[in-house]
């Protein structure tokens, strides 16, 4: 039996574009809005998703995507973003989330990140387990 042929670089499909996007998790699940990296706001020397949490959610709970009633602060979540200067993208997100690679791998590959991408956390990104929870948190 002949072997099928390989495609030259060429003929490869290309790599999907990357996307940037906020996220949360609710009850499990990941909920993810994103675009196009071509499609997102410059600010400074980063490229940033245009849609914020509190905006999205709203949309979100009108159009039962959210659980109602809850705010968008509630649940862990997060954000890429991409450096324009260093060409690297970074993932910024409650530590909730950030614990548990398997969520890390989805999102990664959901919005087309390259392994090399930068994980953090930020003030922003702490929900209200992390906030007024148990001590018992890195």
Same mark, same amino acid.
């Given at each position: 039996m002949a072997k099928? #042929?390989?495609? $030259? /670089?060429?003929? #490869? +499909?290309? #790599? #999907?574009?990357?996307?940037l996007g906020i996220f949360w998790?609710?009850?499990?699940?990941l909920l993810i809005d994103?675009?196009?990296? $071509?499609?997102?706001e410059q600010y400074g020397d980063h490229r940033n998703y245009p849609g914020s949490? $509190?905006?999205?959610?709203e949309l979100w709970?009108?159009?039962g995507k959210a659980p109602a009633p809850s705010e968008y602060e509630e649940f862990p /979540?997060?954000?890429?973003?991409?450096s324009t200067s260093t060409n690297t993208f970074t993932l910024l997100a409650d530590r909730c989330i950030l614990? /548990? +690679?398997?969520?890390?791998?989805?999102i990664k590959e959901e919005l087309r990140l390259p392994?090399?991408?930068?994980?953090?956390?930020?003030?922003?990104? /702490?929900c209200f387990h992390c906030l007024h929870g148990s001590q018992d948190e890195e």
């Open positions: 099928p #042929a390989k495609l $030259s /670089r060429k003929e #490869a +499909k290309p #790599a #999907a574009e990357p996307r998790l609710v009850d499990g699940k994103s675009a196009p990296l $071509s499609e997102c949490h $509190s905006d999205v959610w709970l009108r159009v /979540r997060g954000r890429t973003m991409y614990k /548990r +690679k398997e969520l890390i791998a989805k392994k090399q991408t930068t994980l953090g956390t930020d003030s922003h990104y /702490r």
